[in-house]
């Protein structure tokens, strides 16, 4: 069975510092992988997504997330956060039929 | 305004009884969905349409009933709420379809069942 696994469940980080959220994916198929942000008491928006091509996809608000084949990893990263960028961020892989599997969900908290 | 609306955003309802979500979207896109998020879980597919009249059964549709008469609209119904229902629902949307482009979500419709 696909599956989508989220390592951390909370990723506290300082103002202007780096961080990766971890995401690794099962899949025996094709894969197309996204990653939403959740802000609070607000639906998902789509960040960014990786469909085929460069494994180095960029994404809205300054995120990347490479696409690693061989480790079935999808991580999500910013060279520098801001308070801004606290929500929730879910890892998300589509596996056909219109259906799509989420991650639990990785909270990142901003402080200053 | 453009785009797709949930209501209500609050809901609190008894045990038994039925209730209704409503999503309505303006994009004209032909695929929309209902997902449930609860803690722990992430997002959960119950129900999805690909158009009008067609609908198809997701990860965890007992105990919800869908219709999709006209392409802006696809409500969610709870024939007979239970407690295990209490959850917060999404509705979205996909014009070419999640694969290529990802889904487009509503605010969400946060519902407590007593």
């Known amino acids: 069975a696909q599956s989508v696994t989220q390592l951390d469940s909370q990723v506290p980080v300082f103002e202007e510092a780096p961080v990766e959220l971890r995401c690794n994916y099962s899949?025996?198929?094709?894969?197309?992988l996204f990653w939403y942000v959740q802000y609070p008491n607000q639906g998902l928006q789509l960040l960014l997504k990786?469909?085929?091509?460069?494994?180095l996809v960029k994404g809205i608000n300054g995120f990347e997330a490479e696409f690693n084949k061989s480790q079935t990893s999808f991580h999500l990263r910013k060279p520098s956060v801001h308070i801004s960028d606290t929500a929730e961020y879910f890892c998300a892989v589509y596996t056909g039929g219109f259906k799509t599997i989420f991650g639990a969900g990785t909270r990142l908290f901003v402080k200053a | 305004d453009a785009g797709i609306t949930q209501s209500p955003r609050y809901k609190i309802t008894e045990t038994g009884r039925q209730v209704t979500l409503m999503c309505h979207q303006t994009?004209?896109?032909?695929?929309m969905f209902w997902y449930r998020q609860d803690l722990g879980h992430g997002l959960r597919l119950i129900y999805y349409s690909a158009a009008a009249d067609i609908t198809d059964k997701g990860e965890v549709p007992d105990g919800y009933v869908v219709s999709r008469s006209k392409t802006e609209n696809f409500p969610l119904t709870l024939e007979s709420a239970t407690r295990s229902q209490t959850s917060v629902y999404f509705c979205a949307s996909s014009g070419a379809g999640p694969k290529d482009y990802g889904y487009t979500f509503g605010s969400g419709t946060r519902l407590t069942v007593v």
């Open positions: 990786y469909l085929s091509g460069s494994t």
């Open positions: 994009w004209s896109h032909s695929y």
């Open positions: 899949s025996s198929v094709s894969v197309y």
